[in-house]
């Protein structure tokens, strides 16, 4: 965009990545391209485009027009050099591991980051010959000595999931400059419009496109953004193990994402008035928002986050037991394994961000069964704390 003042993320929600091609037959809207191959009239041509010499789109597990348009649209939200794109999120996360990470090498992250994530670390990356350090998610000073005696990469999430724990990618991303580690942060909970972690000292950001991104549950992806080197990495395992977002995917990410500022903005709003509520409600323990003055860091998520977010969880007396007599009571809340939609998204991590792991190992990561993650929706505010009102009586 020519334009000398850097527009506003509102304005790069609807705009970005859109203005860098010319769209078909002058659509407004980016066209959904779904041809599975691209001819050419001479070999010459086409040898050039799939060399990467010349402009242009030979198959579509490697690069699609409409996937591409998705793509230049968080490059510019994230303030990136350049960004891919994934079939989900996990598999954004797993191709970066796979793109970066060789036997030997050591990588280290937080103790509570989202099941799958989790998974690989536990299960998966060991076997391959690369060691794996899980620290406790507060205690960056552990952190820090961890990052000191060495590693390849370090993997942060922010706000975690499900309990909605902050780290300082700055202050982490420092520390591992020092060693010369790769920093990559999982923004998914947060969104672009709430913190952009290429700016604090990230290398690599990345999100699950199906959540805050699309908005409204109805398309898989994922995506990485950084610099174009680390990304070219990237790109080529994803082109090679397959793992390629469908154009049908990338058209439903990019109409949602034109709404994504207006929606964030309202889920901003609205979590924090429940946050402020369930903590004055009698049945409830504690209550996890990065918007509360009582959230152990939360100076980290007023100095990094635009805003606090959409996500909360809570526990309520009587544990599991008690959640599953509420939480069916609930009126305006899907119970799903899903986030950031603009429906209100409710479940305990047994069955949504943690169902792959055992009950030992969500107490080994530092979150209790009867765990309420909240995924606030648009819906009136007001509606919102008379239906938990309503259910939560069913357990005082």
């Not at 209550?287 to 990094?304: F, T």
């Amino acid at each position: 965009m020519n334009n000398s003042k850097q527009p506003a993320a509102a304005t790069l929600s609807i705009w970005g990545g859109e203005t860098e091609h010319e769209l078909y037959e002058r659509s407004t809207q980016v066209p959904v391209v779904h041809s599975v191959s691209f001819a050419y009239k001479d070999i010459d041509t086409w040898q050039n485009v799939a060399l990467g010499n010349e402009p242009g789109h030979i198959y579509s597990r490697n690069t699609n027009p409409t996937v591409r348009t998705f793509e230049d649209k968080l490059k510019v939200l994230e303030g990136a050099e350049a960004a891919t794109s994934f079939s989900s999120g996990m598999a954004a996360i797993s191709n970066t591991f796979g793109a970066l990470l060789s036997p030997g090498d050591r990588i280290i992250s937080i103790k509570d980051s989202y099941g799958g994530t989790n998974k690989l670390f536990t299960e998966f990356l060991p076997p391959l010959g690369i060691e794996v350090s899980l620290c406790d998610t507060t205690d960056h000073s552990e952190l820090e000595a961890e990052i000191a005696g060495g590693c390849k990469m370090l993997y942060l999430e922010t706000p975690t999931n499900p309990t909605v724990k902050i780290v300082d990618i700055q202050r982490l991303a420092k520390a591992a400059k020092a060693v010369g580690a790769l920093v990559v942060v999982d923004n998914t909970f947060a969104s672009p419009i709430n913190c952009n972690p290429l700016a604090l000292g990230a290398d690599i950001v990345i999100h699950s496109a199906s959540k805050y991104l699309g908005g409204h549950a109805d398309a898989l992806g994922g995506i990485a953004c950084g610099s174009a080197a680390l990304i070219k990495k990237l790109y080529h395992y994803r082109e090679i193990n397959g793992a390629a977002l469908a154009p049908m995917d990338a058209y439903s990410l990019l109409r949602g994402m034109k709404t994504l500022s207006l929606r964030v903005e309202r889920q901003n709003q609205s979590a924090m008035t429940i946050a402020n509520w369930l903590t004055q409600h009698p049945a409830v323990e504690q209550v996890n928002y990065p918007g509360l003055e009582s959230h152990l860091h939360h100076d980290i998520a007023k100095r990094q986050m635009h805003g606090f977010g959409g996500m909360l969880s809570f526990s309520v007396k009587g544990g599991l037991e008690a959640i599953k007599v509420f939480l069916p009571k609930l009126q305006y809340a899907h119970m799903a394994a899903n986030l950031g939609c603009v429906e209100t998204v409710v479940g305990p991590p047994v069955v949504t961000s943690h169902v792959e792991c055992t009950a030992a190992e969500r107490a080994a990561a530092g979150i209790p069964e009867g765990l309420v993650r909240y995924s606030t929706g648009i819906e009136d505010v007001d509606d919102l704390l008379a239906d938990l009102e309503q259910a939560l009586a069913y357990i005082e």
